[in-house]
């Protein structure tokens, strides 16, 4: 079996070495070493399971959270679950050797742009063990070597699922140090791989305010920072009701713990005696923690709602908690989200054309929704496959990371000897 | 008019209030005003020039270099030339807006991904004022805001430019604030932008490494550097003698100084003895001074070639002078680029299929040319128009950086009340 951990720096060496190679391997390659680690996942299921006991036992022990000890646990339904998504990457365009654009200049030379791997992207997580396989798949499809570092309390996981995913990858032709682990999940291995310029073209955080801080503070590479989605759904005066209702009922109940959640709604005046007392209704029985401006607090009737406070309208609350606003115009929605969105998605529930183009073209947000929730920021929904993320940043990647966000362009230019005049 | 400079704060604030009008601004209107910038520099040409001299003879007095003052002088045909390149700019197509891909999801959703402004841009600049206008232009029909901070030795040509660049779109109907000079051109004013998180989206530096090196130290919102380029022509063993003759003289010769220029040769041995001594001769007699590798010195008979060192491989020249190496394969050529180059602009000679494409596939840079110069990277020679710089990072932009560089992207997704399952 091969080295599954090493220190980042020699892994950051062979994982360059390997990216050359990678660059240009054939799809059919890449995709045979895909099956061959959904295929391991699946064969060394009980192994997994018991190495991954090892963490859990270790975490309960230590009295982690509940909801960590859950995201580290792997039974045979999640590990068959990630093989799945190896496959479906495997299914997937390779985004390698894509032509963008293709012209030929005024000076008759033949242009193409066209996508190549970035090279080496390191992978920086917390408890998640099934991240070390999927964003292996990812940047294997997309020919990019990967390091991976993922944390102490999902050690054992973590190098069981390296382990097998090399082994896989290797078998099927892929060059050795394409995927690496780093032994060790503390600060000190953060920061040696955050100052592999040169070495590593990318750094991808994949955890909460604390790691992406940590790293902040010492990435001398360039980083992409997963985001935080402070997201807001506003129903517009000409909006259904029961499609309002529906769609932010969805947007804050379906799953509050994620980026594109909702967590503030945004009502017109002119429909919030219609609208805000059923929408209520229905999320306070879902139980949804209610926090409203004045006007609806008045509209709530008996059910319960917290006065809102000015810090509630900047809280990303991932949970059950809502702050709800009556505004007097679009004009004001658009306001508003542009003072406290944090640029993820943003929904308008409306039948006004013109209040749906205003909407799009404003707002300020990697995804802007006119009639659907939130919730589709994902670049599986969104047709791209799996996703390593959602970026709120403008620059390189806005949305969901896929394949062709981890990956650069070249310039291929062909002539007949031009010189320049 | 206008007030045209202020602290770097301020007008970081009102080009942020600017930009939200600028992202939705007809293209009508950004053509009218780009053409109204070019009228007035036409029509106060006089000014200009007058108010250029007192620059120009301030830095006379100074002492300073020849060559920085002729990159700071301005006279009739110059202006004629920028006002000239801002209506190329005019007439180019609207970045804004385009869509660059739309579908509709399995889940039934129409998504579109389109072209937005970033919304505001730095761009700090040594001693050319011409840049006032171009960066200016640049970023109005992109519709970005721009801040300026240019050099303190520029600084009555920058303002007379800003100063008639402010009004002239203004008059067209462009926000207020989408364009801003700062007030001094020193390293705090630097260290004042680079820090206007949330308030600036993207800094370009347009300088030598000494401007970069202290952006560097400084920056905390993102930053493109615009390349050093340490370029490579490669002869292969099937190239035409003339051609690969006429490349590497336009390569090296045409204009030295620039980033895409030509810095070392590399000739395959079996086609050095007949081509070597006749490309030598010809760049010894346009005035390059020749550092060759033992063998390239065997085969320069007569002509004078140092013996090149190991930093000569390393140097971006920036002037006439070429360093010479005999490799014995493609391989060597492609292993020496990936060792020395910069990622900027690589070229091959060669007739033979099979090394044009090996040499375009395992060449890790921006531009990778088959039989033409590495002079032609350059975001006019492409067909983009006017260029801001070129990139060699792997992020966002590589290669020439035109106004679709100067663009992020959001995603407009439209549904019939869709909420996810």
Chains 1, 2 share one sequence.
């Not at 045979?32 to 391991?40: P, R, T, V």
Request: negative net charge.
């Amino acid at each position: 079996m091969a080295t599954t951990t090493a220190r980042a720096t020699d892994l950051c060496r062979v994982a360059r070495r390997a990216s050359r190679a990678l660059a240009s391997l054939e799809t059919g390659i890449k995709n045979a070493a895909l099956e061959a680690i959904a295929l391991a996942l699946v064969d060394r299921t009980d192994e997994i399971v018991e190495a991954n006991a090892l963490d859990v036992d270790a975490a309960t022990a230590a009295g982690l959270r509940p909801t960590l000890i859950d995201r580290l646990t792997l039974d045979p339904t999640r590990i068959a679950g990630i093989a799945a998504g190896v496959r479906q990457i495997a299914g997937l365009a390779d985004p390698v050797g894509e032509v963008i654009s293709g012209f030929r200049a005024p000076n008759g030379l033949d242009i193409r742009h066209v996508r190549v791997p970035l090279g080496v992207i390191a992978v920086v997580y917390e408890a998640r063990p099934n991240v070390t396989i999927d964003a292996a798949a990812l940047c294997l499809k997309s020919g990019n070597a990967i390091v991976l570092r993922g944390s102490s309390t999902a050690a054992h996981s973590n190098a069981i699922l390296a382990g097998l995913a090399i082994d896989a990858a290797c078998s099927a032709g892929v060059p050795d140090g394409a995927i690496g682990l780093v032994a060790g999940g503390g600060r000190e291995e953060l920061a040696e791989l955050a100052g592999q310029e040169g070495l590593v073209d990318l750094i991808i955080p994949r955890g909460g305010e604390g790691l992406k801080r940590a790293l902040q503070a010492v990435a001398r590479v360039p980083v992409i920072y997963a985001a935080s989605g402070n997201c807001h759904v506003y129903v517009d005066a000409s909006a259904g009701i029961d499609a309002a209702t529906a769609i932010i009922v969805n947007g804050k109940v379906q799953k509050p713990s994620v980026c594109n959640a909702a967590e503030t709604l945004l009502v017109h005046a002119a429909i919030a005696e219609a609208f805000l007392p059923q929408a209520l209704r229905v999320l306070a029985g879902s139980r949804v923690e209610l926090r409203g401006d004045a006007r609806t607090r008045e509209l709530a009737g008996a059910l319960d709602v917290i006065p809102a406070e000015e810090s509630d309208w900047a809280t990303e609350f991932l949970a059950p908690v809502l702050a709800v606003r009556v505004v007097e115009s679009i004009d004001e929605a658009i306001d508003h989200i542009g003072r406290y969105g944090s640029g993820h998605s943003e929904a308008i529930v409306t039948r006004d054309t013109e209040a749906a183009r205003r909407f799009q073209r404003d707002i300020d947000a990697a995804c802007v929704y006119v009639n659907a929730s939130t919730r589709f920021t994902d670049g599986g929904e969104f047709g791209m496959g799996a996703e390593i993320g959602n970026s709120t940043q403008k620059l390189h990647a806005r949305g969901p990371i896929g394949m062709r966000e981890l990956c650069t362009t070249k310039y291929l230019i062909e002539g007949d000897g031009h010189v320049r005049p």
